[in-house]
């Protein structure tokens, strides 16, 4: 696969190997024409990768999927992809993935997996809101029936406008119960996808939580297993990858066609089609200015950042009895979540525990979202100078994070090691994210994200920002996008070959 540098002529050049990247290039490699893919870091993988610390490998970013049980989207997506037997996943605890507690009130709530076990699950838990509960799932099936992207047969039809885009997550669960408890854990998975219940509407975060409601798993070998069954497959197409490579610039634009590129180190390729899977504003930064309306820049560069994540990495002493193990148990220190998870809560935040395992040891990880605004005050330091200030910050509140997983699970208390700790600022420059935002944009209701085709017409944007953040949102824009490249006629070749 390595790069050569006397071949400098591409049908398809994309920018940034991480899920978007490399479900993209695989896509187009398979209609034909050789494929580069550029990434920026070392090695391709962005949030899927891992990296090695104090002989630990840790998951960088993703942790977990859903809808990867027998004939879930996830599943059949990688089975497209000839992928799947690559994978190996493990379940969480069907009748406990998820626990929410909601420390204030000291109120726990068990979230299972499976949409008649979860409904099931919540009837109990909240006896008198049955209607609601019924009312909800009812609700959440009919807009997944009618989001072409969450069945395989119609994955590539890019979803159209239904009622339930046009109000809010918030608005709705008010119109359904008043139970404070029942609507915060029906809330609580914002944390996969960073927009708050006031700012998503009912119909995405529906499409987002319902893989994790059908099943939840992490992988073997972590998000890594993932990146090396991509490459492995690339491997038997006409795919390059150059890491530690970027664009300097655009060159060649007439007729709204971009015909070369120039890179950092100097290097110049010729190309039919550029695919961007980067942050939308990381984007906008490479594009030139006279080529586009000033209304195009200041809308991309308008979209939110979700949080990122403040993770602490931490190993646990074989000799601890673990506690809850198989499932993801997350706190919430009020039973308010849309205010939690909009910027300006200035206490602890919302934090997700969960187990894994790395060459056998226990690991323990848990993850606080946190705004770029929180750490903004450093953004001029880079990975391993960092000011002395935060790194203060950073050791209190590490330690904070410790105590939170010790005052939940008492029993590691004295067995729980530190590995590592990571802000947005690791995260911006880890794994070059925009502000350190773990799932790119906001998710906002009757926004109008940037995907697909733009003014320059070979170029093209899909990634996390596009559809909807997480892997599986992320691989699903990279198909919509790569039809709308390969035409319908080899799409649907490339489909029906699966
Ligand atoms: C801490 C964390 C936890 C998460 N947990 C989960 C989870 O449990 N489940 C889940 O489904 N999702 C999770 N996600 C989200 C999920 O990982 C992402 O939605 C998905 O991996 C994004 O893929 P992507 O290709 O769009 O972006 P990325 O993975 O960020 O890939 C983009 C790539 O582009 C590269 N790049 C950036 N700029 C340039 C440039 N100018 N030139 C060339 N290359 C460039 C980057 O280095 C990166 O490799 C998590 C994310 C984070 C950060």
């Known amino acids: 696969m390595g790069f050569n540098y006397m071949q400098k002529k591409y049908r398809n050049v994309i920018i940034g190997a991480g899920a978007g990247g490399l479900a993209m290039a695989l896509f187009l490699a398979k209609a034909g024409g050789k494929t580069l893919l550029i990434e920026k ?9 891992s990296f090695n610390h104090k002989g630990y490998r840790l998951d960088a970013g993703f942790h977990f999927a859903g809808a990867l049980q027998d004939g879930g989207i996830f599943d059949e997506i990688l089975k497209m992809f000839n992928i799947r037997n690559q994978i190996n996943p493990i379940f969480l605890d069907s009748d406990a993935a998820n ?3 909601f420390t204030n ?4 709530v068990n979230f299972p997996y499976g949409l008649e076990r979860l409904k099931t699950s919540l009837d109990a838990q909240f006896p008198g ?22 069945h395989i047969k119609t ?9 339930e885009d046009s109000i809010t997550f918030k608005d709705y669960l008010n119109s359904i119960t008043d139970s404070i408890l029942l609507k915060e854990s029906l809330n609580a ?6 927009s708050a219940p006031s700012e998503i509407s009912l119909a995405d975060n529906a499409r987002l939580c319902y893989g994790f409601y059908e099943s939840i798993c992490t992988l073997e070998g972590g998000g890594a297993s993932l990146v090396n069954a ?4 690339l491997k038997k197409y006409d795919v390059d990858i150059i890491c530690s490579e970027e664009i300097a610039k655009l060159a060649d634009i007439k007729d709204k066609r971009v015909g070369r590129i120039i890179l950092k180190s100097g290097a110049e390729i010729e190309l039919e089609s550029l695919i961007f899977t980067i942050n939308p504003k990381s984007v906008v930064d490479i594009l030139p200015e006279r080529s586009f309306p000033p209304a195009f820049f200041s809308r991309v560069n308008n979209f939110e950042d979700t949080p990122g994540f403040f993770t602490v990495f931490a190993t646990l002493d074989d000799s601890a009895p673990l506690q809850d193990a198989e499932s993801i148990t997350s706190l919430y220190p009020i039973d308010d979540i849309d205010r939690l998870s909009l910027p300006g809560w200035e206490k602890p935040g919302a934090l997700a525990i969960m187990h894994s395992k790395s060459d056998k040891k226990n690991i323990v990880t848990a993850f606080e979202p946190l705004y770029w605004s929180t750490v903004s005050k450093w953004k001029d330091s880079s990975l391993g100078n960092r000011p002395e200030g935060y790194i203060k910050w950073k050791t209190k509140k590490t330690d904070e994070i410790l105590n939170r997983i010790t005052d939940q699970f008492p029993s590691y208390r004295g067995k729980l090691h530190l590995i590592a700790a990571a ?8 794994l070059y994210h925009h502000n350190g935002a773990a799932y790119g944009i906001k998710q906002k209701i009757n926004q109008f994200n940037l995907i697909g085709q733009l003014r320059i017409r070979n170029i093209f944007v899909a990634g996390q920002s596009a559809i909807l953040p997480g892997v599986l949102g992320t691989i699903m824009a990279s198909i919509l996008v790569a039809k709308s490249i390969v035409g319908p006629d080899k799409f649907e070749k490339i489909i029906k070959t699966h």
């Not at 009130?105 to 726990?108: A, C, D, G, L, Q």
């Not at 994955?155 to 009622?163: A, E, G, Q, S």
């Open 41 to 49: 870091a070392a090695v391709p993988g962005g949030a899927l990768g």
């Open 99 to 101: 626990k929410f507690n």
């Open 105 to 108: 009130s000291s109120k726990t």
């Open 129 to 150: 809101e049955t209607q609601a509960i019924h009312r909800y799932f009812a609700d959440i099936n009919s807009i997944v029936e009618r989001t072409p992207t969450l």
């Open 155 to 163: 994955l590539h039809i890019v979803p159209d406008m239904i009622p």
């Open 189 to 194: 998975l914002v944390m996969c996808h960073g």
């Open 230 to 233: 991509f490459l492995l497959e």
């Open 423 to 430: 802000t947005p600022l690791t995260y911006r420059d880890y």
